[in-house]
């Protein structure tokens, strides 16, 4: 059975990092492309970043370039989103999903076309 656990939330001020992990059980993660999205509260899902399985190349949504950062552990089946210079509006419950397709695409992003989830992890930013 798939399963992604994420693990790495919590609280942080403005300014600080956290590093997030994607642990994957059940299947080998190198050949899934992987997504990280975010959920606030009262907003709709907004995919944040994504790595490919076929290339390694990675997609970021506009709001993080430059302070998120994606990648793959493949001997450890673990992704990781490293966070920098967080911002009180990266508060929200992120959560990575997989799906075997080669690249990530703006499809597959903006209309969350991944198979498997995982529970999410809560983010605050906060002084």
């Known amino acids: 059975q798939l399963q992604l656990v994420e693990s790495g939330g919590g609280l942080v001020q403005p300014g600080g990092s956290l590093r997030l992990s994607c642990a994957a059980s059940?299947?080998?993660?190198?050949?899934?492309?992987i997504g990280w999205f975010r959920q606030a509260p009262g907003k709709a899902r907004e995919g944040v970043s994504c790595?490919?399985?076929?290339?390694?190349?990675?997609w970021y949504a506009d709001s993080v370039k430059g302070r998120f950062t994606i990648s793959r552990d493949n001997a450890k089946n673990t992704v990781y989103l490293q966070m920098n210079s967080l911002k009180p509006e990266d508060t929200a419950v992120y959560y990575c999903?997989?799906?075997?397709?080669?690249?990530?695409?703006?499809?597959?992003?903006?209309?969350?076309?991944?198979?498997?989830w995982g529970q999410g992890t809560q983010v605050t930013v906060s002084s």
């Open positions: 999903a997989a799906d075997p397709v080669p690249l990530c695409t703006i499809t597959i992003i903006r209309h969350s076309l991944f198979d498997s």
């Open positions: 059940g299947f080998t993660l190198d050949y899934y492309t």
């Open positions: 790595i490919s399985s076929s290339d390694g190349s990675t």
